[in-house]
């Protein structure tokens, strides 16, 4: 594949090169949640997480641009950050630099120190994942770590809207992070495939299997959703976006063949932004 590593972007592909998705769809989630709930929290808090988000995917890809290359394929986002290391690196820096005082005095004592909880799991993360050989990866679930953790942060002031940790909020949480574990097990399949399925890196068991049967994953998550909400494990609007991801998805394995190799991931992040379309219908109170 002579030209797989030109690194020439369409102008749709910039927002996931620059891992602007990551943050626009946990701040949706977050809001989603929040009027659904009717739970108020400090204006500033969605603006904090965006920037922590952003910051936390940034320096994973800059983490993993220090690995060797492996594979006849890599996707441009990739790409992008071997290309522009320094450059990405001091935006990094300089987020790490903003994040944390900001965080301190525009964010509730409980929400800062269950930040400061969950930054700790955190980092243990990216010392498995990035310290550990590169050949490790697959002899446990990664994707599913991240998305429990992607959750948590989410959800972590509206966990905490009250000041102290509401417990109520666990099916919410394990079903986005349930909706986000399929997103990252197909993306994490797809790009291993389509770099030629390398034997250095091969994801998880479990990874490969919903990835390759995201279709039926997809359901499974709209069952689920319908099941919290008969349960009242969830709000209405909550669960409908869910529903509303999860067939996305479904929709996504259905045509994934005939994407571009990197409009893949860019596919799969948009299947998670159907709070957009909740919140601008009005469904929400």
């Given at each position: 594949?002579?030209?797989?590593?030109?690194f020439?972007?369409k102008?749709?592909?910039?927002?996931?090169?620059?891992?602007?998705?990551?943050?626009?769809?946990?701040?949706l989630?977050?809001?989603?949640l929040?009027?659904?709930?009717?739970?108020?929290?400090?204006?500033?808090?969605?603006?904090v997480?965006?920037?922590?988000?952003w910051f936390?995917?940034?320096?994973?890809?800059?983490?993993?641009?220090?690995?060797?290359?492996?594979?006849?394929?890599?996707?441009?986002?990739k790409?992008?950050?071997?290309?522009?290391?320094?450059?990405?690196?001091?935006?990094?820096?300089s987020l790490?630099?903003?994040?944390?005082p900001?965080?301190?005095?525009?964010?509730?004592?409980?929400?800062?120190?269950?930040?400061?909880?969950?930054?700790?799991?955190?980092i243990?993360?990216?010392?498995?994942?990035?310290?550990?050989?590169?050949?490790?990866?697959?002899?446990?679930?990664?994707?599913?770590?991240?998305?429990?953790?992607?959750?948590?942060?989410?959800?972590?002031?509206?966990?905490?809207?009250?000041?102290k940790?509401?417990?109520?909020?666990?099916?919410?949480?394990l079903?986005?992070?349930?909706?986000?574990?399929?997103?990252?097990?197909?993306?994490?399949t797809?790009?291993?495939?389509?770099?030629?399925?390398?034997?250095?890196s091969?994801?998880?068991?479990?990874?490969?299997?919903?990835?390759r049967?995201?279709?039926?994953?997809?359901?499974g998550?709209?069952f689920?959703a319908?099941?919290?909400?008969?349960?009242?494990?969830?709000?209405?609007?909550?669960?409908?976006?869910c529903?509303?991801?999860?067939?996305a998805?479904?929709?996504?394995?259905?045509?994934?063949?005939?994407?571009?190799?990197?409009?893949?991931?860019?596919?799969?992040?948009?299947?998670?932004c159907?709070?957009?379309?909740?919140?601008a219908?009005g469904?929400?109170r």
């Amino acid at each position: 594949m002579k030209g797989a590593r030109e690194f020439a972007p369409k102008a749709w592909q910039w927002p996931n090169i620059l891992s602007l998705d990551a943050p626009l769809i946990a701040v949706l989630w977050q809001v989603l949640l929040m009027q659904s709930l009717g739970v108020r929290v400090n204006r500033m808090e969605p603006l904090v997480l965006a920037l922590s988000v952003w910051f936390l995917y940034i320096a994973d890809q800059l983490l993993d641009a220090l690995q060797p290359e492996t594979g006849e394929w890599l996707p441009v986002r990739k790409l992008f950050y071997r290309r522009y290391f320094r450059a990405a690196s001091a935006v990094g820096m300089s987020l790490a630099l903003l994040i944390l005082p900001l965080a301190y005095f525009l964010l509730r004592p409980s929400t800062f120190h269950g930040g400061l909880e969950l930054a700790v799991a955190v980092i243990l993360y990216f010392c498995v994942i990035h310290a550990a050989p590169l050949r490790w990866r697959g002899f446990w679930p990664r994707e599913a770590a991240v998305a429990l953790l992607f959750a948590l942060g989410t959800f972590l002031a509206v966990w905490f809207a009250g000041g102290k940790r509401n417990e109520s909020l666990a099916g919410p949480t394990l079903l986005f992070a349930l909706l986000c574990w399929a997103n990252c097990a197909a993306i994490e399949t797809w790009e291993w495939q389509f770099a030629g399925e390398r034997a250095g890196s091969p994801p998880g068991a479990s990874t490969r299997w919903t990835g390759r049967h995201l279709g039926l994953t997809g359901m499974g998550i709209i069952f689920a959703a319908g099941g919290a909400q008969l349960a009242a494990l969830a709000p209405l609007e909550f669960t409908l976006a869910c529903a509303a991801s999860g067939g996305a998805l479904s929709l996504l394995a259905l045509f994934r063949s005939r994407l571009p190799a990197d409009m893949v991931s860019v596919a799969a992040n948009l299947a998670l932004c159907s709070p957009l379309f909740v919140l601008a219908f009005g469904r929400v109170r």
